[in-house]
DNA sequence: GCGGATCAC
DNA sequence: TATGGTGATCCGC
């Protein structure tokens, strides 16, 4: 931790450098003793296994703003001049396209988890408290946070800073009700129309909102209001907790009040970025960062970074990429405890995926080392798995690979869902999509989706939500929730694949005798032919979808337009609908534009036609999404059962209306989950020479000796029982998570040309000069900025100082068919390593990819990347 | 497509 | 004694 960048005496205070996170201004950490705090952490920790990790990744923060000052000092008069006039130019780009017509909303729940608590036991109240246990907080009340105390905090510390701290274990089952109602303790609204329908000032309707809130819960919440979310996100949290904030829609106020905002509080900067604007420019404030954009500029790449501006548009809805579990342990190198864990996590993730009805192809296992190393493996198979057979098979291959190993952690995760490659739309709705091109109704087919009726409830609700409110007052959409939204609905197999599954289960209950239980490809392809019947029933239910919206007669021919197609192209007979589903909405929404009140801004067009037409937010999904025929999927048949998911069961497309799943562990304002779960001793399940498939591998000794040991002496099972729990008690709410908001890091540290050389510099600034009269890069890949500048040059590279697992391992392949890559690179990997951290530059940049793009739908990437200017003209 | 890293909550 | 879980994204390779 101490590197040349701590040249400040530090000596003598070692903990002033260390774990800033816990001290960094948040909500009712303002009185707090900062320096005492850092001490009582620092001593804490000195020496620990995490401490150590800790102190290794800061080193090369630190490395890294060494790197960035010198990058910094290197650059000539030329080079500024040409980043001035470049960050000028984007400056006046961003000022054109403030709005200041809207008016946002942000509520926030006071220590949400830590109120349920005292709400529901008041002799709590008063004291400080924390939700959590020795190892981990999950949130602490005010009074607590006086002390130092915050979410995300080893318990054992924070009550080293507060010794009558009260520890209160989470129970989630007693925070079901308003999770749900909450999903997440926060939420936007676009209040603009309520302010001019009402005629009252968004001050009254904050106030109104908050006290509603009081009123139904006995829980407090914050507001903050402002043109856009970030800065009402921002505002939010400036008189909690129980208070608010309003920023008027002026430029000038905006102006001022983000002038002097720290940069950390922008979303998108955490504790590195901070770190390093700090160390490397000495800048705090979005003032400052203003003062250096050229510097900026030249050194960061890409970015919308965090200079005060934001969305005003309503957020969108979005698709779960990815579907994770992961436990932490006591650390140990015992296989088949390791084992054991693997396969309940394998069970865990077959679950959940089973429950939304998910299969994917990428499977990545992720490792936590007994020294806080973070690894991921990841192999991408050539079908889609949902099974914790399959997950398991694979899950294994990965992990036996980094053998012998001491692991704290074991994950798995699975994305490259099917259903992917239909981009924005993911497959879940195109069956109601197609209907409702002919009928207008989405509920009125396909009854064999009881889930579909409460899909759109939920969607509108949380379309109205970013709509009107204000007297729709927060409580009421939970009502929405209320309904048969849990997921035990049951997914009634719709699909061969999930058949295929639960064969698999079922068969796997008793006995690893079952021929399933591996469960190899060639099998699955075996089950898919066995399960005809269930095929036929699919495709047939696809037919009569289709068939009632009365789009191709004959069943053949489309009645719109004529173009012939076969039953059989089922793809494509989607994405034709689809394009006459677009077509026809899009002439609803000129229609309605050319009613609606005029010269209103785009973003608020949107929000007229969606809540005109509910379906649309669904629909719209599709717009602009490429074509989505996809031939890997035709390729067989078993990735045409597969893409049965396309005709999603009502589990899903319910999961798929909802994006991102943010809802199920957000165990406070900070997210902190508190479940430190001491995993899992409950699932049966060891198998006994599980490494037998392959022959190095162990060993009944491990079975016998240390691992019976380890496995029975430790205090693992402490907590064992949150661990399921905790899975059952939220499994219900990641049924219908609302839509959220897309977080995207203010900075990207882009690779530039590190002039290795006079030349290197010289061609560089050719190219600089070559641009400086067109600003915009010829070509930009989505959102990424194509950086003309491609020299690179190694550094000084880093030791690595971990004993990392042994080279016996590496280079090992697998399967032909399926990629497991990045073996040998681990050993060359970058980050921390010594592997090739690069000399590396960092560009700002303050392209708004979002005014580039006329549809709304696009890419969310685009739409986070809108901020508002801030600038002294 | 993989792996490391950062971030939000 | 002891430092979480889920999901997303970016970047370099």
């Known amino acids: 931790m101490e590197t040349e960048t701590d040249t400040n005496g530090d000596t003598d205070h070692p903990w002033q450098s260390y774990h800033t996170v816990y001290t960094t201004a948040k909500a009712g950490m303002d009185g707090v003793d900062k320096e005492k705090v850092q001490r009582v952490v620092y001593e804490m920790s000195k020496g620990s296994k995490y401490f150590q990790n800790e102190e290794r990744k800061d080193a090369f923060i630190n490395h890294k703003i060494d790197n960035l000052r010198v990058q910094c000092a290197?650059?000539?008069?030329?080079?500024?001049?040409?980043?001035?006039?470049?960050?000028?130019?984007?400056?006046?780009?961003?000022?054109?396209?403030?709005?200041?017509?809207?008016?946002?909303?942000?509520?926030?729940?006071?220590?949400?988890?830590?109120?349920?608590?005292?709400?529901?036991?008041?002799?709590?109240?008063?004291?400080?408290?924390?939700?959590?246990?020795?190892?981990?907080?999950?949130?602490?009340?005010?009074?607590?946070?006086?002390?130092?105390?915050?979410?995300?905090?080893?318990?054992?510390?924070?009550?080293?800073?507060?010794?009558?701290?009260?520890?209160?274990?989470?129970?989630?089952?007693?925070?079901?009700?308003?999770?749900?109602?909450?999903?997440?303790?926060?939420?936007?609204?676009?209040?603009?129309?309520?302010?001019?329908?009402r005629n009252v000032k968004s001050?009254?309707?904050?106030?109104?909102?908050?006290?509603?809130?009081?009123?139904?819960?006995?829980?407090?919440?914050?507001?903050?209001?402002?043109?856009?979310?970030?800065?009402?996100?921002?505002?939010?949290?400036?008189?909690?907790?129980?208070?608010?904030?309003?920023l008027p829609n002026e430029r000038m106020a905006v102006m001022t009040f983000v002038s002097s905002l720290p940069i950390r509080k922008i979303g998108g900067i955490g504790k590195v970025t901070e770190h390093i604007l700090k160390g490397v420019f000495g800048i705090n404030t979005c003032e400052q960062m203003l003062e250096k954009s050229s510097y900026l500029c030249a050194l960061f790449s890409q970015s919308t970074a965090g200079l005060g501006l934001g969305q005003t548009d309503a957020p969108q809805v979005r698709f779960r990429k990815s579907i994770s579990n992961e436990r932490t342990f006591s650390a140990t190198e015992d296989e088949v405890l390791l084992h054991k864990r693997l396969v309940e996590l394998a069970e865990m993730l077959s679950a959940d995926m089973q429950k939304e009805g998910l299969c994917g192809r990428t499977l990545t296992l992720k490792l936590k080392t007994a020294a806080f190393e973070v690894r991921t493996r990841a192999v991408t198979l050539q079908k889609y798995i949902s099974s914790s057979e399959d997950i398991l098979k694979h899950a294994k291959k990965l992990l036996k690979a980094e053998l012998p190993i001491s692991?704290?952690?074991?994950?798995?995760?699975?994305?490259?869902?099917?259903?992917?490659?239909?981009?924005?739309?993911?497959?879940?709705?195109?069956?109601?999509?197609?209907?409702?091109?002919?009928?207008?109704?989405?509920?009125?087919?396909?009854?064999?989706?009881?889930?579909?009726?409460?899909?759109?409830?939920?969607?509108?609700?949380?379309?109205?939500?970013s709509i009107d409110s204000g007297q729709t007052s927060h409580l009421d959409w939970r009502e929405l929730f209320d309904g048969?939204?849990?997921?035990?609905?049951?997914?009634?197999?719709?699909?061969?694949?999930?058949?295929?599954?639960?064969?698999?289960?079922?068969?796997?209950?008793?006995?690893?005798?079952?021929?399933?239980s591996g469960f190899t490809e060639e099998q699955f392809e075996g089950i898919n032919v066995k399960n005809g019947s269930n095929l036929l029933e699919d495709e047939r239910l696809d037919s009569c979808c289709q068939e009632k919206t009365m789009l191709w007669l004959n069943d053949y021919k489309c009645s719109l337009c004529g173009i012939e197609l076969p039953p059989s192209f089922v793809e494509e007979?989607?994405?034709?609908?689809?394009?006459?589903?677009?077509?026809?909405?899009?002439?609803?929404?000129?229609?309605i534009h050319q009613t609606s009140v005029p010269s209103q801004s785009r973003g608020q067009k949107d929000r007229i036609t969606r809540q005109?037409?509910?379906?649309?937010?669904?629909?719209?999904?599709?717009?602009?999404s490429p074509k989505r025929y996809r031939k890997q999927e035709t390729e067989n048949g078993e990735h045409r059962q597969l893409n049965k998911h396309h005709h999603q069961p009502p589990f899903a497309a319910s999961h798929s209306l909802h994006s991102k799943p943010n809802d199920h562990h957000q165990h406070d304002e900070r997210g902190s989950a508190g479940q430190v779960g001491r995993s899992s001793g409950q699932r049966k399940t060891v198998e006994r020479g599980w490494w037998k498939d392959s022959r190095n591998q162990p060993n009944e000794r491990a079975e016998t000796s240390h691992g019976r040991e380890q496995r029975e002496e430790k205090p693992?099972?402490?907590?064992?029982?949150?661990?399921?729990?905790?899975?059952?008690?939220?499994?219900?709410?990641?049924?219908?998570?609302?839509?959220?908001?897309?977080?995207?890091?203010a900075f990207r540290e882009k690779k530039i040309p590190m002039d290795s050389g006079d030349a290197n510099l010289a061609a560089t600034l050719a190219v600089k000069s070559s641009q400086?009269?067109?600003?915009?890069?010829?070509?930009?890949?989505?959102?990424?900025?194509?950086?003309?500048?491609?020299?690179?040059?190694?550094?000084?590279?880093?030791?690595?100082?971990?004993?990392?697992?042994?080279?016996?391992?590496?280079?090992?392949?697998?399967?032909?068919?399926?990629?497991?890559?990045?073996?040998?690179?681990?050993?060359?990997?970058?980050?921390?390593?010594?592997?090739?951290?690069?000399?590396?530059k960092w560009k700002h940049d303050l392209y708004q990819e979002v005014n580039k793009d006329p549809i709304p739908q696009k890419n969310e990437d685009d739409q986070i990347a809108k901020l508002e200017a801030l600038l002294a003209s």
């Not at 295929?500 to 399933?516: C, F, L, R």
């Open 74 to 197: 290197k650059l000539t008069q030329a080079d500024l001049a040409y980043y001035h006039k470049v960050a000028d130019r984007r400056i006046v780009e961003l000022e054109a396209s403030r709005d200041l017509s809207r008016i946002w909303l942000h509520v926030d729940m006071d220590a949400f988890y830590a109120a349920v608590e005292t709400l529901s036991n008041p002799t709590l109240k008063g004291k400080p408290m924390a939700v959590g246990n020795m190892s981990m907080i999950s949130t602490a009340n005010y009074e607590a946070r006086k002390f130092g105390v915050r979410a995300a905090m080893p318990g054992f510390i924070a009550r080293k800073l507060c010794p009558q701290l009260i520890f209160v274990p989470t129970d989630f089952k007693k925070y079901d009700p308003n999770f749900i109602a909450g999903s997440l303790d926060e939420a936007y609204l676009d209040i603009t129309e309520v302010c001019k329908e």
């Open 203 to 246: 001050e009254e309707i904050a106030q109104e909102l908050r006290a509603g809130v009081y009123e139904e819960t006995g829980l407090t919440c914050s507001a903050g209001v402002a043109p856009n979310r970030l800065l009402a996100k921002v505002c939010s949290d400036i008189n909690k907790p129980n208070g608010q904030y309003i």
């Open 407 to 465: 692991v704290r952690l074991i994950g798995l995760r699975v994305s490259q869902f099917n259903g992917d490659k239909c981009s924005a739309t993911s497959d879940p709705t195109q069956k109601t999509i197609t209907n409702f091109i002919t009928s207008g109704d989405v509920n009125s087919n396909c009854s064999s989706f009881p889930d579909a009726a409460d899909h759109d409830l939920v969607s509108n609700a949380e379309t109205d939500l």
């Open 484 to 516: 048969n939204h849990s997921s035990d609905v049951d997914h009634q197999s719709c699909t061969v694949w999930q058949n295929g599954v639960e064969e698999v289960q079922t068969s796997s209950n008793d006995a690893k005798s079952s021929h399933y």
């Open 573 to 591: 007979r989607l994405e034709h609908s689809d394009f006459h589903l677009a077509e026809k909405l899009q002439k609803e929404e000129s229609r």
């Open 612 to 624: 005109s037409n509910p379906k649309r937010q669904k629909l719209s999904q599709k717009e602009g």
């Open 716 to 745: 693992q099972g402490k907590l064992d029982d949150n661990t399921f729990q905790r899975r059952d008690g939220f499994s219900e709410r990641k049924d219908d998570p609302p839509p959220t908001l897309r977080k995207r890091p």
């Open 772 to 840: 400086i009269d067109h600003p915009h890069p010829p070509e930009r890949k989505e959102e990424r900025s194509s950086n003309p500048h491609h020299l690179d040059r190694p550094e000084k590279q880093f030791a690595d100082d971990r004993a990392h697992n042994k080279g016996e391992a590496r280079g090992r392949r697998y399967g032909v068919n399926d990629s497991y890559k990045g073996r040998d690179k681990f050993n060359g990997r970058q980050g921390y390593g010594p592997g090739n951290s690069r000399t590396e």
